[in-house]
């Protein structure tokens, strides 16, 4: 399409200059004369080949808007072009008067160029997009018995084991079995740095492996993989209208009516003023062009691509425009504590029985068979201690979150529990007195039917990046406020050390929706952040949700906003983007719209001294598109 449009506009500018040429108006501006018997219907023949070689797109745009019953920019071009076109042949063909022959050639070539650039800047906008798609390699090496085969695509299957050799790109989703590497996953995550990975650990699709050789087991491929997820997530996002591009539709619909209904009138109101046809002819037709809504329609769905693919290449997901583009009106964010302002990465302090009927390494032992089925931090960490100590881990029947409260499933046909102290407080259980040494720990409890077992102390420690992050919120005038399903000792220590002053501890799913509420109610608009699952009431509550820390499960059905890294900066970043995006998009509506107020009265010739034709109104029009375009990519420089 592109292509059509740079070729049909340089052969219109071609055959434009003969007619400028040729042209008795130019001819008398510049001072020469080259008449020659036939010359008016050379010109007819060059600017009817322009105005339909040419002017082709605008005339089957019009044909096609109003087959739809849906008059717009096209329909205003396309009918200011033929009337010019029809009236100058008329004009050739014994009708008195002036032709119109280089306005026309000249208002097509304009338009083309206009229309090119407009193009030119939309793709440049979805080229984010199209390097996502780009990453995933076309083949891979996939064992098969002792040796490695290179194999399409689509040909993988979960389970299979394929080779990443230095310096090539991961070819699906997984998880490392042998080797460890640093992967570069700047183009998926916006992560500039490259993050190590080692046996273990997952890995994804697109990602680029640094120095060493990896084992790669299968999880995800085709459209179940993550850089597929990420790639429909935007394209629904970008076909999504928010509120604001609902108003610019709705508007660009009404000026183009506006538009018709006032080069209709200019023509009358000439007329019955006493000048001659063409002269009102001539402001019609400029009117018409010069109060083309273009760069309205432009305005919103170009800001739209471009913030959408752009922040999807700095690892944020947006799946509400409506909220995302409300983002700069957030004056209050949640955060939820464990993986988003502390690490995640749990480490066991203490580990405590309360019963004598099984011993410490046992009920340990299945507490960690148990957790081996749950991705939370505090698995990882119990996991990683009953490894240490070299348990056996069991296999666990019946496996299932107990949402904000910890994990159950059955072993030799009794439920097993590890879950935290808001599980005991709901089932009016006794807290173990002893959790009370353990000051600034986690704390959960092992059970085997109703019985508790014991408890794990575990560490975690606060980000670094966390506490610019809280700093940065505070210089904009967020307030922050901290909800955390931790006891009161953990939640106090992460507090001091991040200087919050309004926290909660014990804080079931339900309780932190409830102070949402309570937030909201007060006339406060609230960000939560939260990991996709524990947290959905309270997600799905706030004025802006935002699972943070969601890596490759981009899934998150209750969040606006999904941010694959666990990076707490993503928070500001996302709601300072979220706000230039906002300001982008009303600086174009102003532009657009103040742009046809000022440019309507001037198309008209009825301010003394100040009349334009048909050729310069096609140039104000086109360069109030361009600098629409223009503006809208500025905004890739606000996303850092």
Not at 59 to 80: D, H, Q, R, W
Not at 395 to 410: A, H, R, Y
Not at 490 to 497: G, H, I, L, N
Request: glycine share 10%; charged share 20%.
């Amino acid at each position: 399409m592109i292509a059509d449009f740079r070729r049909r506009f340089w052969v219109s500018l071609g055959l434009t200059v003969p007619i400028l040429a040729l042209s008795p108006m130019v001819q008398q501006w510049l001072g020469f004369s080259i008449p020659f018997a036939g010359d008016q219907y050379v010109l007819f023949a060059l600017a009817s080949f322009i105005f339909f070689y040419g002017g082709w797109p605008f005339l089957s745009g019009t044909f096609e808007e109003l087959k739809g019953k849906s008059p717009g920019m096209m329909t205003l071009i396309g009918l200011a072009t033929t009337t010019a076109w029809a009236y100058s042949v008329a004009i050739v063909f014994g009708l008195k008067g002036q032709p119109f022959f280089w306005e026309l050639a000249t208002l097509i070539v304009i338009m083309l160029l206009g229309h090119w650039v407009e193009m030119r800047s939309v793709m440049g906008a979805s080229k984010a997009l199209e390097s996502l798609a780009a990453l995933m390699p076309n083949t891979a090496l996939r064992r098969d018995g002792d040796e490695w085969k290179e194999v399409e695509m689509d040909a993988l299957a979960p389970g299979d084991l394929v080779l990443v050799k230095p310096g090539a790109k991961v070819p699906v989703d997984g998880v490392i079995r042998e080797g460890n590497s640093s992967l570069n996953e700047a183009m998926l995550t916006g992560e500039s740095t490259p993050v190590h990975r080692q046996t273990g650990e997952k890995v994804i699709g697109g990602s680029v492996n640094g120095s060493g050789a990896l084992q790669v087991e299968v999880a995800h491929t085709g459209e179940d993989a993550y850089l597929q997820k990420v790639i429909r997530l935007v394209e629904e996002a970008q076909k999504g209208k928010s509120s604001t591009q609902k108003f610019a539709d709705v508007a660009a619909k009404w000026l183009t009516f506006i538009a018709l209904g006032s080069g209709l009138l200019t023509l009358v109101i000439w007329l019955l003023l006493g000048k001659d046809f063409v002269f009102a002819l001539e402001r019609m037709v400029t009117v018409m062009v010069i109060s083309c809504p273009h760069a309205l329609g432009l305005a919103i769905p170009l800001v739209v691509s471009i913030s959408t693919a752009l922040a999807a290449k700095n690892g944020i997901l947006i799946r509400n425009r409506n909220a995302f583009e409300n983002a700069g009106k957030i004056n209050v964010v949640m955060f939820d504590k464990t993986g988003t302002l502390t690490t995640g990465v749990f480490g066991v302090r203490a580990v405590h029985s309360l019963s004598k009927e099984t011993d410490e390494d046992e009920w340990l032992s299945l507490a960690a068979s148990l957790e081996q089925n749950s991705e939370h931090p505090i698995a990882d960490g119990i996991v990683t201690e009953a490894s240490k100590r070299g348990l056996d881990l069991r296999e666990i029947d019946e496996f299932q979150s107990i949402t904000g409260q910890g994990v159950e499933g059955k072993w030799k046909g009794e439920w097993l529990r590890v879950v935290s102290p808001v599980y005991l407080k709901e089932h009016d259980m006794a807290i173990p007195q002893a959790t009370e040494e353990l000051e600034g720990s986690t704390v959960v409890f092992v059970m085997r039917g109703e019985n508790l077992l014991g408890f794990i102390a575990l560490a975690d420690e606060i980000r670094p990046e966390a506490i610019d992050t809280i700093v940065t919120l505070k210089q904009d005038g967020v307030h922050m406020v901290m909800a955390t399903g931790d006891n009161e000792e953990v939640a106090k220590a992460v507090a001091r050390e991040l200087e919050l002053v309004d926290v909660r501890a014990n804080q079931s799913p339900a309780d932190k929706q409830a102070w949402i509420k309570e937030l909201q109610a007060d006339g406060k608009r609230v960000a939560m952040t939260g990991d996709g699952v524990n947290d959905a009431p309270a997600l799905a509550q706030a004025d802006l949700g935002i699972a943070i820390g969601s890596g490759t499960d981009v899934a998150a059905e209750t969040a606006d906003i999904v941010l694959v890294n666990s990076d707490p900066e993503d928070v500001y970043r996302l709601l300072r983007f979220g706000a230039a995006t906002r300001r982008k998009m009303n600086q174009n509506l102003i532009w657009a719209c103040a742009y046809n107020v000022v440019a309507i009265p001037l198309a008209t010739g009825f301010i003394p001294g100040l009349t334009i034709s048909p050729a310069i109104g096609g140039i104000f029009m086109s360069l109030s598109t361009i600098l629409v375009a223009a503006n809208a990519q500025l905004l890739r420089n606000r996303m850092g």
